[in-house]
């Protein structure tokens, strides 16, 4: 890979723009602050990292299953989570330009980021995160809802019902993706923090003796799966929290940090969760949150591993680790590099011309791998143009039908990231790709 641009973040958000991966929420209005939409290859490419996260969470596993809660929830979830009361950051104003900031995320508490000036900053008020709403036809306080601010709840407070049904015994886990609201006072960076977001958490539940050896389990199983997917290991690192970092029921976190255009930060937090949630919810619901072990006749509340990644951040990573950008015979080539689970499209169909006598023979290849493949057909431009953009996609194979093809019946194959290409009869298409794409 060559060296990344300097202007690597700016690069990246054009590409996004112009090749349909993210766009600005209702841009035709002026856009909405820290809403992002995601376009018809962006949406391709956020399902499959979540596939991904799935697959190696859930579906290779025998000990997990998955559950999908509901986004709106009661006040009395986010009181017995403490999520009323201590959700919340420390906010201050600069005096002089008005901006505001966390506190925690300043690089000198006393200095503004904004206009230079020392001393200007009001006194930290907490500010909290929690997006409150009002369920049915009457704004009363018996009507209060909330949007979540983190998918955890929903699997702790479903804890019996999936113990109960899915007849899992310690270690065990309850995975989940969906979406998750935080009132972010500075959402900044792309994508990196917004207020509407995706994640991707496991409550793996195991008793309470083995939770330092779990812990240290998720905290590398984690880290491992993303250099599986491509990101250098030079660009990752595990970094422990400091004792006065760790939130209220945590007794050990350590974050999988990125290193972003603007240096390391979050994507992905293990933490030791302790028994502080099912003791919280037992203790504020009245029901009995507890496994028994019928083998040893002991009763017990499981301790909790959390590993909770930001889907959309986590993308994000993988477009930044991707880019490259190269010299090809006098021109600048862009790729994206990803790996072939991440990418869009997974095969392009490009006939030599838009001739009638080329486009059915491309048309039936199509036919023959989209059952099998996400698929792209493009018939304008020159070949050239359209390797190019297929490069900027990430798209790992072009299957190229050209007027040999009529006579051989075999498509030229063109590999993304070393530009090989070779001649494969129709008839061993799928089974050439499904080689290469497994």
Known sequence: MSQQPADLMERVVNLCKRRGFIFPSAEIYGGFRSTYDYGPIGVQMLRNVKDAWWRSMVQLRDEVVGIDAAILSPPAIWEASGHLTSFADPLV????????????????????????KRGTFTEPRQFNLMFKTHAGPVENEGAVAYLRPET???????????????????PFGIAQVGKSFRNEITPQNFVFRTREFEQMELEYFVPPADALRWYEYWCEERRRWYVELGIPEDKLRLRPHEPDELSHYSSGTSDV????????????????????????????????????????????VPHVIEPAAGATRTMMAFLLAAYDEEEVRGETRVVLR???????????????????TLVP??????????????????????????????????????????????????????ERDAMTQARVPVDDLVGYLRDRLA
């Open 93 to 116: 104003d600069c005096r002089e330009c008005k901006e505001r900031f966390r506190l925690d995320k300043l690089d000198d508490p006393d200095v503004c980021p904004s206009c230079g």
């Open 152 to 170: 955890a709840q929903g699997m702790f407070v479903n804890f019996k019902n999936v113990l109960e049904t899915s007849r899992k015994r310690p």
């Open 361 to 414: 023979m491309a048309r039936e290849v199509l036919a023959s791998l989209q059952p099998h493949f996400m698929c792209d057909y493009d018939e304008t431009q020159s070949i050239g143009r359209r390797y190019r953009r297929q490069d900027e996609l990430g798209t790992p194979y072009c299957v190229t039908v050209d007027f040999e093809s009529l006579e051989d019946k075999a498509v030229t194959v063109r």
């Open 338 to 356: 990803l790996h072939h689970r991440l990418a869009p499209y997974k095969v392009a169909v490009l006939p030599l011309s838009k001739k009638d």
């Open 257 to 300: 940090e990125f290193l972003f255009p603007w240096g390391w930060d979050e994507l992905e937090g293990i933490a030791n969760r302790g028994d502080y949630d099912l003791t919280a919810h037992a203790r504020h619901s009245g029901e009995k949150l507890e496994y028994f072990d019928q083998a040893t006749g002991e009763r017990y």
